[in-house]
């Protein structure tokens, strides 16, 4: 049976409402993240979340859990959209000649996957440099060893200005760095949530043509989210670590995916690979549990269903 079809704009404000309450419920966990995934043996400033968020609070305030939360919400919108829309698509035109099968699901997930990389790698890269501005801001105050001789303590940068500074000294392809590894990490991510939250979702349908109810579709989009962002976090990390421009006197630098691959695995072993793993499914869990159930309540139709409709 073929997926029902949404339209473009409902699936924009479907993704876009995803997006926006789901970053704004889970991201600081995003954030101590990022900030565990960065630091490497000898500049070790957090030992949990909980450590990474306390330490936030009491040497950034409150909102500076939400450091950089402005560049996703403004990027989550299209990212999302993107990102189911393609599945659906792909879904779609898939299941024209007959049955969609496990391997026509995994496809469309790679092709939802790698459509979204548009926007997911320059939302990463100038999200990143100001979720671990505070990381390397508190370690030049309490580790000051790990930090360059000389090194002058300047005020954290804006989005706008890592923007600028990269177009300036990189082009667009400075917004873009770390996409080979971004790929590694959404195509796998995709190709594993889709088919698993579909079929998840239909062991909770009533019936073979009604839709799944709301709270069937929250859970299916938090296991299949959960289980797929574990399974992709080794890649995850190191796309945090390249696309990280800013370090510590004392942390690696990378080339590239296998260079990172090799230091990682030479100075800090296979467990750093899953640095950050319990943060990244608590962060995404809810977050494709929430968009699915916006999806699937058809919350964009009902908006749209309050526009005027064109005579013909």
């Known amino acids: 049976m073929a997926d029902k079809q949404i339209s473009l704009p409902a699936k924009l404000i479907n993704g876009g409402i995803a997006g926006i309450v789901g970053v704004t419920c889970v991201f600081?966990?995003?954030?101590?993240?990022?900030?565990?995934?960065?630091?490497?043996?000898?500049?070790r400033l957090y030992t949990s979340m909980s450590d990474c968020?306390?330490?936030?609070?009491?040497?950034?305030?409150?909102?500076?859990?939400?450091?950089?939360?402005?560049?996703?919400?403004?990027?989550?919108?299209p990212e999302k959209a993107i990102k189911l829309a393609a599945n659906d698509f792909f879904r779609h035109h898939l299941s024209k000649d007959?049955?969609?099968?496990?391997?026509?699901?995994?496809?469309?997930?790679?092709?939802?996957?790698?459509?979204?990389?548009?926007?997911?790698?320059?939302?990463?890269?100038?999200k990143i440099q100001l979720q671990d501005a505070g990381r390397l801001a508190a370690q030049r105050k309490l580790m000051p060893e790990t930090v360059a001789a000389g090194t002058v303590e300047t005020?954290?940068?804006?989005?706008?200005?890592?923007?600028?500074?990269?177009?300036?000294?990189?082009?667009?392809?400075?917004?873009?760095?770390?996409l080979g590894a971004t790929l590694l990490r959404d195509v796998p991510f995709s190709v594993i949530y889709f088919p698993l939250f579909a079929n998840l979702n239909n062991l909770g349908k009533k019936d073979a043509e009604g839709p799944a109810p709301f709270y069937v579709s929250f859970i299916s989009g938090c296991v299949a989210g959960s289980t797929a962002a574990v399974a992709v976090n080794p890649v995850d990390v190191i796309k945090t670590r390249l696309q990280s421009l800013?370090?510590?006197?004392?942390?690696?630098?990378?080339?590239?995916?296998?260079?990172?691959?090799?230091?990682?695995?030479?100075?800090?072993?296979?467990?750093?690979?899953?640095?950050?793993?319990?943060?990244r499914a608590l962060v995404i869990a809810p977050l494709f549990g929430i968009a699915q159930?916006?999806?699937?309540?058809?919350?964009?139709?009902?908006?749209?269903?309050?526009?005027?409709?064109?005579?013909?």
């Open 293 to 312: 159930v916006v999806y699937f309540l058809g919350v964009g139709e009902y908006i749209l269903s309050f526009l005027p409709k064109k005579n013909n």
């Open 246 to 279: 800013t370090r510590g006197s004392t942390e690696d630098t990378y080339s590239g995916v296998i260079d990172c691959i090799r230091k990682i695995m030479r100075n800090e072993g296979p467990s750093a690979f899953l640095k950050g793993a319990y943060c």
């Open 98 to 126: 007959g049955k969609l099968t496990l391997v026509k699901e995994m496809l469309a997930g790679c092709g939802a996957g790698t459509c979204q990389v548009i926007v997911t790698t320059p939302m990463e890269m100038l």
């Open 53 to 77: 968020l306390i330490k936030t609070i009491r040497s950034e305030g409150y909102f500076g859990m939400y450091r950089g939360a402005a560049v996703n919400l403004t990027l989550v919108t």
């Open 28 to 43: 600081p966990i995003d954030l101590a993240k990022t900030r565990l995934q960065n630091q490497q043996n000898g500049s």
């Open 155 to 178: 005020k954290s940068p804006t989005a706008m200005q890592i923007t600028r500074q990269l177009l300036r000294e990189k082009g667009i392809a400075g917004l873009y760095k770390g």
